[in-house]
């Protein structure tokens, strides 16, 4: 085999498929992994232009100088051991990407250990799962500009490809920005999968439990939202899944699979840093606690038998009320963005990532499990205005809020009163309240803190902080 173009570190799916991926477009790949198995299935899918090593010296021989090395290994302690094992061999100049989810404060601890001794580091989110690695998927680097530019022809190559309004096509990869930019980027990415999810799963909840839907009437739906304002990856593929049959009931295989929802840590980590940052984001946190409460089933049994509720009724119109909740999840889906391109402002003022967001958006229309229509709003949103504060202050998406406010109301009324917990469409809703709101009862939390922890308060009618003695006052 000739020299590699770039070399991959652990050869499970994601690797194996997005070497596969560079091979197709032209370039040669070097992998390496401990495990036999995963090398084989790299050689005998990789056709010479994808070979498979167990032997590092081996692997090291193979590739162009300055080495270019991707590591896709599972975040957090493999990824240290990965860049343990390769330092002794890497030369200045040589660059180590990390293509995993790791945290961001990781990603920049490790730059800076690198940088110290002239290695070349890059943060590269990487989304799209199986068939975006091999197909095209989003890829979100973030670190050394530099090093970026070593990379750059093999990542445009193999990312999505989205077409623009005059016929060509973007591929879905940009230079986020630097230190853990990357890494950052991605976990709010996904966060705000995890709030899409969540209000896909409610809908489910209230359309299924509540209305009584099948699945076969619930895929009709599905099926017919994705050709409108809702067509994403995760609305086709939940489409998919009503349709599919267990082989061994014969039941909608949705109906015998377990009610606990497992997680990563991105959406956490989300959540953390938002609350870190002081940007709201309450769906993604609503997101991440129902998955939390899902993990509760042996209690959630236990108190399903001890605790009382409604029992589900609905008479109205099933056709309207489904229009209703079309309308209700967009509008849900543009607050829950507008949160998470708020924890993406915060950091870009707090850690200096200087990040273009329409550039974001536009690289999360192809590829990324949050892949939708409705990203092309966004990248014109903020093409009318890069400084946007909220998306909700864009004539088009925040009107299309307001406008379908009432239909929000109604299903978050709807199953409120029957018993079926909606807290993403619910944190939605008081989030939007809460923004247009001009004034809001933070007033009384101030005199509050100020009673108890003299903790001072400003007021509305001169400049100053204030202090009032509340016990001395009350007792006039």
Known sequence: MQKADIGIVGLGVMGR?????????????????????KVMALNVAGGGKAVGYQILGDFFSLLERPRKILMMVPAGKPVDAVIAGLRPALDRGDLLIDGGNSHFRDTERRLAALEADGIRYLGMGVSGGEYGALWGPSVMPGGDPKAWSLVRPIFEAIAAKVPEPDGTLSPCVAYIGPQGAGHFVKMVHNGIEYGDMQLIAETYDVLHRGLGLSALQLHDIFARWNTGDLQSYLIEITRDIFATLDEETGKPLVDVILD??????TGKWTTQSALDLGAAAPMISAAVEARM?????????RASKFLSGPTPTFDGDVDTFVNTIERAMYAAKICSYAQGFGVLRAASEEYDYDLNYGEIAKIWRGGCIIRAQFLNKITAAFARDANLPNLLLD??????????????????????????????????????????SERLPANLLQSQRDYFGAHTYRRIDRAGTFHTDWAKMGQK
């Open 17 to 37: 498929m997005l070497a596969l991926n560079m091979a197709r477009n032209g370039f040669r790949v070097a992998g390496y992994d401990l495990d036999e198995d």
């Open 260 to 265: 606990e929802a497992e997680h990563k840590g």
């Open 293 to 301: 409460l899902s993990a509760y089933k042996a209690e959630r049994v």
């Open 395 to 436: 004539a088009d998406l925040g009107k299309a809020v307001e406008a379908r406010q009432d239909a929000l109301r109604q299903v978050i009324c709807y199953a409120t009163a029957n018993g079926v917990p909606v807290p993403a469409f619910s944190s939605a809703l008081a989030y939007f309240d809460a923004y247009r």
